[in-house]
């Protein structure tokens, strides 16, 4: 059991990314709610027994329940403690109406606005949601080399979905050339039987030539060519 003091506590919510600005307060709800006692736990009486899990609040800010992202045995590690009730206050619009102590106005008999905060015998590290891997899940989006579209994968329980690659940059260039090559074989195809048609203009070759270019009349950008080969051929 470690008991902190009031410079302790505000560092301890400084720590968490708590307000600096309201590190008096939060230490004084904790001297209130556990007297600094990293391992207070007391009956819940607002919820009945068998009702919920974790119905006694526990540790330095008396947090009731389990966050999502941690365990209950985090509940009495004081930087989980203080991380966890940073969260409480964010979470009820950064306000500290959560607190039966700090609604009852019990929290302003401990606040001292003069006392600065305190490092000394404070632990410090993070234990956010990111540690305990049990619970939570990592998204990767590393980069795969030479991957145009990869999915993100997903790990959590031992288990991984997604990741790898759908589609290759080669893949593309592959692609790519391929609709190319498509595209110019299609355009050939007309301009083939233009020539052919403007070759054996006279012959009655040609006009089987023109005669099958004559849809193509209709098409923008062909029809000028053909009606250009059937003037010949009047000419002609």
């Not at 736990?41 to 068998?50: C, D, I, S, W």
């Amino acid at each position: 059991m470690t008991v902190y003091s009031y410079a302790q506590l505000e560092q301890l919510w400084i720590n968490a990314g708590g307000p600096a600005a309201q590190a008096p307060v939060a230490a004084a709800i904790a001297e209130a709610e556990s007297g600094g006692n990293s391992l207070a736990a007391y009956p819940n009486t607002t919820v009945a027994p068998g009702k919920g899990s974790n119905t006694d609040a526990t540790g330095l800010w008396q947090i009731l329940g389990v966050p999502p992202g941690f365990t209950p045995a985090q509940l009495t590690d004081p930087v989980a403690n203080a991380q966890m009730a940073v969260a409480k206050y964010k979470a009820a619009n950064n306000s500290f109406t959560p607190w039966q102590t700090y609604t009852s106005g019990a929290y302003l008999a401990n606040v001292s606005n003069s006392t600065p905060p305190s490092s000394t015998g404070v632990p410090t590290g993070t234990a956010t949601a990111t540690t305990t891997a049990a619970t939570t899940a990592a998204t990767s989006s590393t980069a795969i080399p030479g991957c145009l579209i990869a999915p993100p994968s997903v790990s959590g329980l031992g288990i991984t979905i997604g990741g790898g690659c759908w589609f290759s940059k080669s893949e593309a260039r592959a692609l790519i050339g391929g609709l190319c090559l498509t595209a110019a074989g299609l355009i050939a195809i007309p301009g083939f039987i233009i020539l052919v048609a403007a070759g054996f203009a006279a012959s009655g070759a040609g006009a089987a030539a023109a005669s099958a270019a004559g849809p193509l009349e209709a098409t923008p950008g062909y029809g000028h060519v053909i009606r250009a080969v059937r003037s010949r051929r009047s000419a002609a």
